[in-house]
T-cell receptor, first 110, second 116 residues
């Protein structure tokens, strides 16, 4: 069983601050995804990374896949209240379904 | 991206009754659908995986006779919570995937179940 850990579990910051959240595992993944989920809604896919060392940017969000494909980070620049939500990472290996991490709950205060 | 809908969005029922939740892929054919439950402030817990036309595969600890899953077509899967109890109250989310493991899952908006 592939287990994913996410840190921090909770994060509360002021608008305009930068932050980084992490997704770690002892297993190697063929691909890893990040989702954001707002209260009362389903998760929305933000990005998929498949290559070790890969960096993808989505506006103020920067995603990085570790060289060994065991970990990933999500960095948000100048956070806004609209970034508030539960950030989930999910990893999978070849021929397997995605497994979700426990999530990081982010609160950005105006 | 592809769209998945769920119905109802919220349901309240009495203990002992059964509740059916529908999950539809609106603009793609979901060969595989997944059902998750999520307790407050927690992550998604996979309940079962279903492929169209075949029996669902349930995760360890999920009672298949209590959570009945039917994936009768490429655009519809249903989850029936039988003889619901208050501890079944949760947020149930489905997702659909077109194609193999490498394909993206698209999530529905979730159904909040409250059992009184």
């Amino acid at each position: 069983t592939q287990l994913l850990e996410q840190s921090p579990q909770f994060l509360s910051i002021q608008e305009g601050e930068n932050l980084t959240v992490y997704c770690n595992s002892s297993s190697v993944f063929s691909s890893l995804q990040w989702y954001r989920q707002e209260p009362g809604e389903g998760p929305v896919l933000l990005v998929t990374v498949v290559t070790g060392g890969e960096v993808k940017k989505l506006k103020r969000l920067t995603f990085q896949f570790g060289d060994a494909r065991k970990d990933s980070s999500l960095h948000i620049t100048a956070a806004q209240p609209g970034d508030t939500g539960l950030y989930l990472c999910a990893g999978r290996n070849y021929g397997q379904n995605f497994v979700f991490g426990p999530g990081t709950r982010l609160s950005v205060l105006p | 991206g592809a769209v998945v809908s769920q119905h109802p969005s919220r349901v309240i029922c009495k203990s002992g009754t059964s509740v059916k939740i529908e999950c539809r892929s609106l603009d793609f054919q979901a060969t595989t659908m997944f059902w998750y439950r999520q307790f407050p402030k927690q992550s998604l817990m996979l309940m079962a995986t279903s492929n169209e036309g075949s029996k669902a595969t349930y995760e360890q600890g999920v009672e298949k006779d209590k959570f009945l899953i039917n994936h009768a077509s490429l655009t519809l899967s249903t989850l029936t919570v039988t003889s619901a109890h208050p501890e079944d109250s949760s947020f149930y989310i489905c997702s659909g995937r077109q194609g193999g493991y490498q394909e993206t899952q698209y999530f529905g908006p979730g159904t909040r179940l409250l059992v009184l």
